[in-house]
């Protein structure tokens, strides 16, 4: 028991070390290093480990200097305490083997220890590695604190789970329910502080929009003034990161292919100069960024006509704007009459969309023959947690992101039919679509066989639905996404999955996924609007 | 009927040594790793003598014996602290805070049993 305990109480130590070397001046992790070594000075005194006794005494010495501020922690303490960790727990091991020689030299151990002169020679500056402090500001590594976001996160999970077995025992006495409500609080108010560390003014990404704007209408013979709104709006650290690259693009989309040359833009009774406006805003938990120009607006017939051509649709199909307008995000699609330096080459619209599903968000077009384009990105917060919807499909517990749902429903069986190929369709209120039974794909059992028994998810990704049919609905609650595929293959269907408050698994469902691959098949075209019939019960 | 000793030490190894010593002695014993954890429990137990390291986590020995005085049943109750010898300042600490008296690290079996034995035999008769 003793030789598990000192060994643990030596790592102990090391780890409050490399952590002292962060934080120099942080109080409570000297203590801790000081209990540390206290407590196995009092265990090997007990137990005549004599040569551990002797060393955690003179260590114990060492650290009191420490602790009266008789010392300051510089680089050379942390370095001595290290060497002190190794001795520590070399000896701790030589102990347990009954060793009867040793790798450690007491007396110079001892000596490293009590000899400071070298630590006062020392510069007094606790050694800057990442961290640097700056008129009351500091800069801190990203991973050091995405560390701490993920620590948080699992800390929340294990609140929840605590939370949930409380209720489970049914009504407890009052100071306990007290209590983790309590904890709840704090748990959530900690996690949404150091979300809040994270978080960066979008500005850090509009700062560089005007000299782009300015370069690219030089090249493109336009003149633009470019307004941008919201730069204090503040976004995640990671999502700021992310938007950088389909921002861009669709400032470039508007400048290349949105505002109309000056002669153009005089004939249509317009000023000269062209108008793009940039402007984040924050809204029931989601970043918008809107990407607006007051050029000659999508043309839809040669969307259209482009769509035909490549054939997408029939010449005969009938599309409303949102299906037709979803074409210029496919990859290699573009209606540019001529393929510029930086668009037009088809590249950029999709790679946009890309980028905006891969964090969770979507992306909405309005547009006005003659009066302009306005692309509107919806993100989520933050990429890490996620406001989920669980649904249990069979025995399991699936999550869906609360932002990709429209509604949900009772599917009556007047609503369903299978079309051929065995694909099948949920009608709702007249609009027809691709229903995907998660069982199924999952390959589980279904609580009932009759799809009228479960429930029906709506979700959306850019205008486009696809209904999901699942056992039933369960709570609503804040999730830490940790990517699948760390731990097991990528999984058809799947995007990560999460620990739930009861401490079960539940995978998160890829919605983009889903909706990719019901666009894919084949009998694809058996779903367009055109086609809204197909009563096979 | 043996008395009832409740041990508040954070190392497990330290309990243990405690523990069998006290056994030997025909002590009925309870522990508790920390100090949070003997307050939830103390009542519970009803000790007749508790032993507290000084040196532990959350919450210290000392501040352990002084919550404990306010509680109106553990006034009188023995509590002795276990410090080291070279923390006199803690002794005095403790015994400001209301401790009993105390045993320094390391001890030897029998004498912590003495200490122990006299502390109970001084209370006994009251």
New interface residues.
Partial sequence: MFFVEAADLVRHFEQGVLRLEHEPTDRETLDRIFRGAHTLKGLSGMLRYDRIARFTHGLEDFLTRLRKGDLAVTAAVTDKLLAAADALGTLVREAGEASPTSAVDLDESLGMLADVADIRRASPAPRASDAATDGGTLRVATEKVDRLVDLVGELAVSQSMVAELVARIGPVHGPLQEAVTRMDRRVRELQERVMNVRVVPIQHVFARLPRLVRDLAHAAGRHVVLHTRGETTEVDKSVSEYIVDPLTHLVRNAVDHGIEAPDERERAGKDRVGRVEVSAYQQSGNIHIEVSDDGRGLDRDRIRAQAVAGGLIAATDVLGDRELFAFIFRPGFSTADRVSEISGRGVGMDIVARNIEALGGSIGIRTERGRGTTFHLTLPLTLVILEAQCLRVGGGVYIVPLLSIVECVRPRASDLHVLLHGVETFTLRGEVLPLIRLHRLFSLEPSSREATDGVVVIVERDGEKVALLVDELLAQQQVVIRSLETNYRKIEGLAGATILGDGSVALIVDVPGLLASSRARPDRRAMAPSTTTGGNP | MSARILIVE?????R??IRSALEEGGYRVAESEDALQALAVVQEVAPDLVIADV???ELDGISLVRRMRTFPAFRSVPILILT?E?SDEAKQRGRAAGATGWIT???DPAQLRDVVGDVLRVQAPQ
């Avoid at chain 2, 954070?10 to 330290?14: F, L, R």
């Fill in positions: 954070d190392s497990p190894t330290m243990m040594l040196n532990m986590p080291t070279s690290k390391p001890f």
